[in-house]
T-cell receptor, first 112, second 111 residues
Framework: DAKTTQPPSMDCAEGRAANLPCNHS???????VYWYRQIHSQGPQYIIH???NNETNEMASLIITEDRKSSTLILPHATLRDTAVYYC?????????????FGRGTSLIVHP | SQTIHQWPATLVQPVGSPLSLECTVE??????LYWYRQAAGRGLQLLFY??????ISSEVPQNLSASRPQDRQFILSSKKLLLSDSGFYLC??????????FGSGTRLTVV
């Protein structure tokens, strides 16, 4: 099963881009990279996912390296409300039972 | 649209009392269902997952059990709560390659 490694914490100035890295060096060819964030005392919220191409939506951009061993979540203009724990996960599990394995994530603090 | 309901939002229970947390999903069929626990300041720990009615897999041996009596209902139970069972419990569902949707969570405090 592919595992992910993220820095435990980061900080960013409001209005600047926040770049959150994730390593997943043992990812398999058919595994997707998903990003979620969890604001204190709430359930994790889906942000974005990708397989091999870079992805962008209204919340963020996802940059996946060509070898797929790492990715970066980009919040282009961070706001105070983006302060949260960000989880990078990959799909794992045999026989179609996809089991998300969450690490400790990265605690992002956006400061004024 | 698909929605997930989890209740109660908060719960305070004495040590040795039973527990029943319920999670229901609407707007989808045959979802994969999951129970997670998050201790204070920690990551999400997968407790149980289910790929169908009556099919439960346990990831961590503990004082808890899970059941799936209906396709879109997932229940987390305990016969006798321990202090170490305190935490934030999250239910989630997924279908095939789509992402995971989490409930709003239950904060359990065992006193």
């Amino acid at each position: 099963d592919a595992k992910t490694t993220q820095p435990p914490s980061m900080d960013c100035a409001e209005g600047r881009a926040a770049n959150l890295p994730c390593n997943h060096s043992t990812i398999s060819g058919n595994e997707y990279v998903y990003w979620y964030r969890q604001i204190h005392s709430q359930g994790p919220q889906y942000i974005i996912h990708g397989l091999k191409n870079n992805e962008t939506n209204e919340m963020a951009s996802l940059i996946i390296t060509e070898d797929r061993k790492s990715s970066t979540l980009i919040l282009p203009h961070a706001t105070l409300r983006d302060t949260a724990v960000y989880y990078c996960i990959v799909r794992v599990g045999p026989g179609g039972s996809y089991i998300p394995t969450f690490g400790r994530g990265t605690s992002l603090i956006v400061h004024p | 649209s698909q929605t997930i309901h989890q209740w109660p939002a908060t719960l305070v229970q004495p040590v040795g009392s039973p527990l029943s947390l319920e999670c229901t999903v609407e707007g989808t069929s045959n979802p994969n269902l999951y129970w997670y626990r998050q201790a204070a300041g920690r990551g999400l720990q997968l407790l149980f997952y289910s790929v169908g009615i009556g099919q439960i897999s346990s990831e961590v041996p503990q004082n808890l059990s899970a059941s799936r009596p209906q396709d879109r209902q997932f229940i987390l139970s305990s016969k006798k709560l321990l202090l170490s069972d305190s935490g934030f419990y999250l239910c989630a569902w997924s279908v095939d390659t789509y992402g995971y949707t989490f409930g709003s969570g239950t904060r359990l405090t065992v006193v």
